[in-house]
């Protein structure tokens, strides 16, 4: 099999969609393609587009990345998890609103999860990065530091994860404030995705505070504080 970078764009149709909990709906996709390619890593990302550049204007895709939560090549289909948050962003928008029959446009991303064969891994996430962290737990079989930061219980999945509740603060300031109290042994590998201020904090809390070298750490904004979510 080929990796999804192999193919241009092209169309997929929705075949199902199921309600996870209150804010994550998962969508199943399907494409004759999917059927004769491969993810390039358990945080495989997409583009969703919510329509091709030949529908009407007012339905014209806007360009959202969002990870490959499960993938059936003997379908040809993939499932990708929404987290959804009111009306907060065209994808979210489009997610809340989906059913089966809908087309969306699929363009290939790639995943950014490397971590060293041996060693010890800290994964720090927050609600837009849960499906993400919930694809690298199923193939890590390593012990692992895993922190989630969410606005509330309400985002609780079924993960085994240290769970931190920021409630009103800054995202990224309660769970920064977290693994600065814990006596954590030696990290040699990091992945920390979400807000901006909780990617970026997480990053420089390990070069400057625990030593940890840089190209060890692999962080990504997924959204920002005061500008519109997906």
């Given at each position: 099999?080929t990796r999804y970078s192999a193919f241009e764009q092209f169309v997929m149709n929705v075949t199902a969609v199921t309600e996870l909990?209150?804010?994550?709906?998962?969508?199943?996709?399907?494409?004759?393609?999917?059927?004769?390619?491969?993810?390039?890593?358990?945080?495989?990302?997409?583009?969703?587009?919510?329509?091709?550049?030949?529908?009407?204007?007012?339905?014209?895709?806007?360009?959202?990345?969002?990870?490959?939560?499960?993938?059936?090549?003997?379908?040809?289909?993939?499932?990708?998890?929404?987290?959804?948050?009111?009306?907060?962003?065209?994808?979210?928008?489009?997610?809340?609103?989906?059913?089966?029959?809908?087309?969306?446009?699929?363009?290939?991303?790639?995943?950014?999860?490397?971590?060293?064969?041996?060693?010890?891994?800290?994964?720090?996430?927050?609600?837009?990065?849960?499906?993400?962290?919930?694809?690298?737990?199923?193939?890590?079989?390593?012990?692992?530091?895993?922190?989630?930061?969410?606005?509330?219980?309400?985002?609780?999945?079924?993960?085994?994860?240290?769970?931190?509740?920021?409630?009103?603060?800054?995202?990224?300031?309660?769970?920064?404030?977290?693994?600065?109290?814990?006596?954590?042994?030696?990290?040699?590998?990091?992945?920390?995705?979400?807000?901006?201020?909780?990617?970026?904090?997480?990053?420089?809390?390990?070069?400057?505070?625990?030593?940890?070298?840089?190209?060890?750490?692999?962080?990504?904004?997924?959204?920002?504080?005061?500008?519109?979510?997906?």
């Open positions: 099999m909990g209150e804010h994550m709906r998962r969508i199943t996709f399907h494409a004759p393609e999917f059927a004769s390619c491969t993810a390039t890593g358990p945080d495989d990302r997409i583009n969703v587009r919510t329509s091709l550049r030949e529908m009407p204007e007012d339905t014209r895709p806007a360009l959202r990345w969002y990870t490959v939560r499960a993938h059936r090549p003997h379908a040809a289909e993939i499932d990708v998890d929404f987290v959804v948050h009111g009306d907060a962003g065209p994808g979210t928008r489009w997610a809340r609103r989906a059913i089966a029959g809908d087309t969306a446009g699929f363009r290939a991303g790639g995943s950014a999860y490397r971590p060293p064969a041996e060693g010890s891994v800290l994964l720090v996430a927050d609600e837009t990065a849960l499906p993400a962290l919930a694809a690298i737990l199923e193939v890590e079989t390593r012990p692992l530091h895993v922190f989630a930061e969410v606005p509330d219980e309400s985002y609780r999945l079924d993960l085994d994860v240290e769970w931190v509740y920021r409630g009103d603060a800054e995202p990224g300031s309660a769970v920064l404030k977290v693994i600065r109290g814990k006596a954590l042994s030696t990290v040699d590998y990091a992945w920390a995705c979400g807000e901006s201020a909780l990617a970026t904090g997480v990053r420089r809390h390990l070069t400057k505070d625990r030593g940890v070298d840089r190209k060890a750490i692999m962080f990504s904004g997924y959204w920002k504080a005061g500008s519109a979510r997906e």
